[in-house]
């Protein structure tokens, strides 16, 4: 174990039960320490690394309290708020003793390999955090974003909106593999990227606007293309479950784990790199009988909602205690 270096984590009251994943996990597959920003609660649950860090937010506490804010007007707006405030966790990590950092989004599941992380960005100090390369090269999201009509057309990137808000021009970035923020490494050199994230982040203007883009990772990659950022986690460390809402019972988390010692792999992962791929990822990413988010937060008539809170939880401990298993 290296005192230096920690793992950071992010949530609010509603997703502590994916916390708790991750938590477990790395309780099992990791001796580094672990700071978790928790917004406006503080967890009784005792992990042997653990440090909670209590983040209060009077607009979330205003709606949670009354279900009225000015900037938040329903609960989707609840669930982004929250996101864009993980930048500026990030940013209170590195005001700590820790000098190298990993941040896990709380819809990851640590394999054993998780501390790998650390051993492949060894010796590089460099001032912006370095994120996993999609394994696609646009992310394409609620219809929107895809570049390629009668010829490529960047203004219907999702990013389009952000680019032109912040003002860059074409001679201002270099656009890249889109990457993901479902994980990254950063440093303490890192700081003058992150305080410039949240701050973009933090801009009413820039919420009010929050479905013209994908979120804070909209806003880390626009950052990464400004300042010509070419360094990235290849997309095999990662398995991606995108059918996670299908994942309904025991029997079917039984066969995903079967089928991920395959070499055609599961059907609802998204990248697949043969029969030795769970055996080298870091993490499974994606939500075990996911919740809907959007359908979900925005239905008037909750007796239609897809998602059962109890089944879920029951369903995500059964998950890790199967990785756990087999590990």
């Known amino acids: ?15 502590y039960y994916l916390t708790r994943n991750v938590l477990t996990l790395l309780d099992k597959f990791s001796e580094h320490k672990v700071l ?21 937010d009077y607009n979330l506490l205003e709606y949670q309290t009354t279900g009225k804010n000015d900037l938040i007007k329903n609960d989707w707006d609840k669930t982004m708020y929250s996101c864009f405030m993980k930048a500026s966790a990030i940013a209170k990590s ?22 790998d992380i650390f051993l492949e960005v060894e010796q590089r100090d460099l001032p912006y955090p370095i994120l996993p390369k999609y394994f696609e090269q646009f992310m394409m999201f609620g219809g929107k974003g895809n570049p390629f009509q009668e010829t490529f057309d960047e203004s219907k990137t999702l990013e389009w909106w ?4 912040l003002g860059l021009k074409k001679e201002d970035y270099q656009r890249k593999w889109y990457r993901q923020s479902c994980f990254f490494y950063y440093n303490k050199n890192s700081k003058p990227f992150w305080e410039e994230t949240s701050g973009i982040l933090s801009d009413e203007d820039i919420f009010r606007n929050q479905n013209e883009f994908f979120g804070d990772e909209s806003v880390i990659n626009v950052l990464l293309w400004k300042y010509n950022v070419t360094e990235c986690f290849g997309a095999e460390h990662i ?7 299908m994942i309904d019972s025991t029997d079917k988390i039984d066969n995903l784990y079967k089928e991920l010692n395959t070499d055609s792999g599961p059907k609802i992962v998204t990248n697949w790199y043969g029969n030795t791929h769970f055996d080298k990822a870091w ?14 937060l925005l239905s008037t008539d909750q007796s239609k909602a897809v998602w059962n809170e ?9 998950f890790v205690d199967k990785m756990l298993s087999l590990n």
Request: hydrophobic residues 35%; charged residues 30%; contains cysteine.
């Open 1 to 15: 174990m290296n005192s230096k270096r920690c793992y950071v984590l992010f949530c609010d009251e509603e997703y």
């Open 36 to 56: 978790v920003y928790t917004i406006n609660f503080l967890p009784t649950d005792s992990f042997k690394n653990v440090a909670w860090k209590r983040v209060n």
């Open 94 to 115: 590195l005001e700590t003793d820790f000098d190298e950092f990993v941040y896990l989004d709380v819809d990851t599941f640590p394999t054993k390999k998780i501390d």
């Open 162 to 165: 952000l680019i032109e808000r």
């Open 239 to 245: 398995i991606h479950i995108a059918g996670g809402n």
């Open 283 to 296: 993490m499974l990413h994606g939500k075990i009988f996911k919740r809907n988010w959007k359908e979900n």
């Open 310 to 318: 109890e089944d879920t939880r029951k369903l995500n401990n059964y």
